[in-house]
């Protein structure tokens, strides 16, 4: 195991397993929510009204706002959130606030009326089907040569991803956030970020005997055949709820595949844990089904918004005018990005930098399978949320996340995620003709990705006598290169913004999610937005407010 991804366990009050000590340095003391309930907690949600006055407005609710917005609240500063997504907060017919992986419907995808899956293929059938258009959870968005998936709701990218928090080893960090002093990134802001997302790792006994992580014990012992290491990585899931789930007395969450459209029961989501500790000041309203369109400087000081209020079918309902004192831009590394480069070139904020838009990159992103020997079988039952990885970084430019392939049946494939050392950086433009925001990006920069991806499983391969998979991303197609689950950059740090995410030319305006970090941080990007977002609010709450 590397350093960068050893975990100190520690007891506390909440569950057996601790939280996530980081990488050298104790947790910082912090007040987490407790045990994952049957539903998920309800976050205050209301809609704001036209010609409301906010002290703080926060432009979306994923990491980088959430944690603006605890910070921001606990100074004594009240806080307006709007993100674009629903609250997801009721049940649906089946009883339940998320759609299975298996079965998406209705709640599965961003005004889609025919799914996106990253897995198009199955066995040489499609599988993607017709549903009705509505607000969903996964945002499938396309630009020319990449799809980039993202969390649609209060909650943002914490619905709908795998939920590993890793922390990047210290010696890559300088290529990640050049500008960032490291030692307070490791020694607080790491630590900081781990305890309030509510990280901790699987019991290894547990994992060494549990039926549905047989599929990631495969992946070690064939990883480690190859010489390459497995390393445990840490997660956002209460490990005591998925022990139960296996023992069968509570509801199933992650054991029944609930992962792609959001998670009912064990995964500790932003709303479980800074959110639910930002409704707790008392000082934090979020309004769901609300998208902002425009923000100027207002006569008065200040900025005035323009937010449009939305319905379920996406059609605009309301537009709303309010001013904020200050306004944090956390729409993701695309939201974000694409709002800054609209507003720059149509005038509303003509004073923004010529950085904006740039440095944008898919985080080296590409997917594959193998097809493993009959003595080798994945098992049927597979656990949701992925617990390692396979770490060639140094010497080959990629880290693997060992993926599941919850498929409810025995497929005797190896699925992963692969996060690769990739220069290519795209850029968003305004398009005057549509009005809308484009992306530069070009497919053949996949290659990058998929040659390094390919020191690793050519050698396990070769190793094991296996072959790849051909039948998950289209006929006779190996790799999944059309796609990224982690986007980053567009409003870089200490470029578009100053180092601590204060946009250049306008006071009170701020950048604090993806969008700052340029295109690559080596591991899952989740746990380094957070602790960026908390090192930066820390600065801008002590020197601006």
Known sequence: MTDATRPEVARNGLTRRGFLVGTSSLLGAATLTG????????TATAAVADGAHVPALVVGTGYGGSVAALRLAEAGVDVQMVEMGMAWDTPGSDGKIFANTTQPDY?????RTRTRQPISNFLGFPIDKDVPRHTGILDAEEFAGIVVYQGRGVGGGSLVNGGMAVTPKRENFAAILPSVDPAEM??????RANAGLGTGTIDPAWFD???????ARVGRKQAQRSGFPFVFVPDVYDWDYMEQEAAGTVPKSALAGEILYGNNYGKKTLQKTYLARAKATGRVVISALHKVTSVTPAAGGGYTVRIDQLDTTGATTATKEITADRVFFAAGSVGTSKLLTRLKATGALPALNDEIGKGWGDNGNVMCGRANHLWDPTGALQASIPTGGIDNWAAGGAFAEVAPLPTGIETYASFYLSITKTPHRAQFTYNPTTGGVDLDWQK????????????????INATEGTIYRTDLFGTYKIWGDHLTYHPLGGAVLNKATDNYGRLQGYSGLYVIDGALIPGNTSVNPFVTITALAERNIARIVATDL
């Open 209 to 215: 005997t549990t039926d549905c992580y047989q599929y």
């Open 444 to 459: 053949a920069w996949k290659q990058t990705s998929i040659d390094a991806a390919k020191t690793i499983f050519d050698k």
């Open 107 to 111: 709640r599965s995808f961003w005004l």
């Open 35 to 42: 045990r994952a309930a049957a539903a998920q907690p309800r």
């Open 186 to 191: 490791y020694d607080t802001y790491y630590p």
